[in-house]
């Protein structure tokens, strides 16, 4: 079975010709280079989530992100990228499950109670939709994959060092166009995907991803995010009982008590260790999070704390089971006696402005997204798997891992519509596209195979 379902692959990479970043010139075992529209599609998801634009001096006045996605548009149509099949949405259950929910998002303008502010928000959802469709588009190979891994090391990068470099005491944060929280639920996010990234060839490329994870990690706790810092430790739970590393014979890392339990040791007592260095704003703020007693934030009557938002919130749903519309959530805590503000919360913000349909969508992407990850990691982890198929499944574990930082980080943050989510669900589609078998009847986008052919995970969640 895993013999063929690699002769499967082969094939299908040979179909995508030079469409293929990774394509051989033929007579030769040298590879092409990387293809425009690959390259520039890596810059816009760099843009996109690390938002260098918004903090280099110099460069808030440059649309960067609309001419990165001019350019990989661009490229993605004409030249080598015309010969790129067309996008199959309905063959890819995430990207299917991803552009209904975001089209729900624009067509509530519908029943929007807050109109104007639904056209202001879907002009942003739009944005995702066509980036979403562009890395499906130009995604060809697990290459083209790892490539917009390191698109998204490139974000966490800008905002780690952006965040470093403007700390002066107190609480982390770059500059009033972002919150801090924000930023530490995007490090949640990238943080996984930058630990696989170590997996590199040169001695240098390690370090350097090394160097990068503990970066990320120093950025997420001097933001002092509570919810960030709970993201973080989902991350490194994850990661530690489910290594984000392969062995020496590059098979992905299985899960093991004694060695989880050996990490878990060394977790806690750098955790402990590090503590004391911790500036003492960082150090009081993470405090509350074993003292909830004492936080205003789980007072259900405490005007303006999270929990009172969420009971509010829900009781207004239960009045309009379609929804208010998107970005209505500040208007419809208002009216419901708060102090107009967000809903705080990724689930609540979809149920609110989306309806109960709008939530059911969104909790179906996020069971598809973990579900068919799960299958590449189940092949990848098979005794006839290859290279290929072990390196696959190392990046789906690390976006597993990266999906469970950002529901936990987005558990207390509005970011149902966040860049960061909605381009790891892209990257999810696409690697599960890439690896799943098809029959060679079928016509082939590029290596496209259909995840329904892959094995049931059975890695333990």
Do not use: C
């Amino acid at each position: 079975m895993a013999q063929q379902v690699r002769q499967s692959r082969k094939t299908g990479m040979e179909s995508a010709g030079e469409a293929s970043a990774n394509a051989t010139i033929p007579g030769t075992t040298a590879k092409t280079p990387t293809r425009a529209y690959v390259i520039w599609t890596v810059i816009l998801i760099a843009l996109m989530v690390g938002k260098v634009g918004d903090w280099v001096p110099g460069l808030s006045s440059i649309p960067l992100v609309k001419i990165a996605y001019l350019f990989a548009a661009f490229s993605a149509y004409t030249g080598a990228g015309a010969a790129l099949g067309p996008v199959s949405i309905r063959s890819s259950r995430i990207a299917r499950s991803a552009l209904i929910l975001l089209g729900l998002a624009i067509a509530s303008f519908v029943f929007s109670i807050y109109r104007s502010s639904t056209v202001s928000n879907s002009l942003y959802v739009l944005i995702l939709i066509l980036t979403i469709m562009l890395v499906l588009r130009v995604t060809q190979t697990l290459g083209d994959v790892q490539r917009i891994l390191f698109g998204f090391a490139a974000a966490s990068m800008s905002l780690s060092i952006g965040l470093v470099l403007n700390y002066h005491g107190g609480r982390a944060f770059i500059n009033d166009n972002f919150d801090p929280n924000d930023i530490a639920y995007a490090l949640d996010t990238i943080l996984p995907l930058v630990l696989a990234l170590r997996q590199r060839p040169s001695r240098l490329g390690r370090l350097l991803m090394n160097a990068l994870a503990v970066v990320t990690v120093l950025a997420i706790l001097l933001t002092g995010s509570r919810g960030g810092a709970v993201g973080l430790l989902v991350v490194l739970a994850a990661a530690t009982a489910f290594p984000l590393s392969r062995d020496a014979h590059g098979a992905l890392k299985k899960f093991s008590v004694r060695r989880t339990l050996i990490r878990s040791a060394i977790l806690v007592l750098t955790v402990a260790l590090a503590w004391g260095y911790l500036p003492a704003d960082t150090q009081q703020r993470m405090a509350t999070l074993v003292d909830l007693g004492n936080d205003y934030n789980a007072d259900a009557t405490e005007n303006g704390s999270r929990l009172l938002i969420w009971k509010q919130d829900i009781g207004m749903v239960w009045k309009r089971p379609i929804g208010y519309g998107l970005g209505s959530a500040e208007l419809v805590d208002g009216l419901a006696g708060g102090q107009y503000r967000t809903a705080h919360n990724s689930f609540v913000e979809a149920l609110v402005e989306l309806g109960v349909l709008g939530l059911l969508i969104f909790l179906n992407v996020i069971y598809t997204t973990w579900r068919e990850l799960g299958r590449v990691v189940t092949f990848g982890r098979g005794p006839a798997a290859g290279e290929e198929e072990q390196k696959a499944a190392l990046y789906a574990r690390a976006l597993r891992t990266a999906l469970l930082g950002n529901l936990a980080a987005g558990f207390f943050l509005s970011q149902a519509y966040s860049a960061s989510l909605w381009m790891l669900v892209a990257t999810a589609a696409t690697l599960v596209r890439i690896m799943a078998p098809t029959p060679r009847s079928n016509s082939l986008v590029g290596p496209t195979r259909r995840a329904s052919h892959v094995p049931i995970a059975r890695e333990p969640n």
